[in-house]
């Protein structure tokens, strides 16, 4: 009421400055100075409206209700309406996820199944063919090391022949040498017998434990839940108790000394005394060690048939399991594809018009 035109100018950008420099409003606001003064010293009613600033302010609320609130209201509105949209896009989309859930379910279980049958063709039944191949593996194997252990008994048996022939002479060697060799021979047959048995075992243990891992591993992937009566096979059993069989039959030719063999000193005696038994008993232990082996084949190419046949019985039943599992799933994802396509066509049409919508409204 009290400032002049220049004054009241002044004043303005004043308040202005210290607006944008210590509240950092801008100098783009506006104000809008009101006087009283002006307002009565008016001689009528529309001059003092435009003196005293009233009319200016009227006529900046009246433009504002009539253009920015409009476009205000409207930002509003479709704010509220693009939510609406966005909120029921969510739900439609929820909605066909959960219509394909038994869908997707059947579909993940077919793919098991055929995945499972797949491996037990392409993988299984060629590890169980090859792992009972491998059984001539063992069986050489063995066949090999009591080979070994004979040819390192054969001089251990002809120290011992000898000592027999130097201490009892060679007279009485004749009538021991038979009852002291042939229960040794015996013994040592049998010993070497359960010894290979050990080791076969212990060979056909980690073909059997490969083949029984992996029939593990595909059975606990398959989730067929359908209980399988065969359990895989653990490993490879070869019967490793001490054995009783006696391999050694070996009756000893008493040595028939010619006239010559008479005169002979007692040292070529004693030679050809131990010559004439060690062929024999080197001939008995070469056979003895076939029957060795014999017996040790028949027991390895059991324990394999036996592994074998169950591996064999298993991969059945998981197939069986498998194959019914898969044939049900089909049948499952058919009758759910038959329910589901029309569902999911009117959600897709439904989610397509709200999406048009939305872009009206962007």
Known sequence: DLLDSEELTATTE??????DSRFGFGKGITLYPVSA???INSPNSQ???AKSGLKRIEEEIIEFLLKE????LSEALSSKLKNAIDGIGIGISKRRSEILEPLAAAIEIEKKSSATLVAIEETLLPAIEKVYSERSVVIGECRKSAERKLASAKPLIETRLSKIIAQ???QKAETIISAAVCPMLDEWLGSLFTSLVNDAARAAAKYGTVSSDAMTRLALNFTGGVELKVCPPDTIQIDTCESSQSFLELILLPHRSSFGDVLAGGD???AILQAHYMSQISSGMD???SRVADALTARISEAFSVYTTEAQKFVSQLSESARIQSEEARTAVEK???VTKPRLERFDDLAGRFAELRNIIV
């Open 47 to 49: 001059d003092m409206r």
């Open 14 to 19: 004043f308040i202005i400055e210290t607006l």
């Open 287 to 289: 056979l003895a060690i």
């Open 168 to 170: 009892a002479g060679i």
């Open 336 to 338: 759910l594809e038959a």
């Open 37 to 39: 003064r002006n307002c």
């Open 268 to 270: 070529k005696r004693a």
């Open 69 to 72: 609130k409009y476009f205000a």
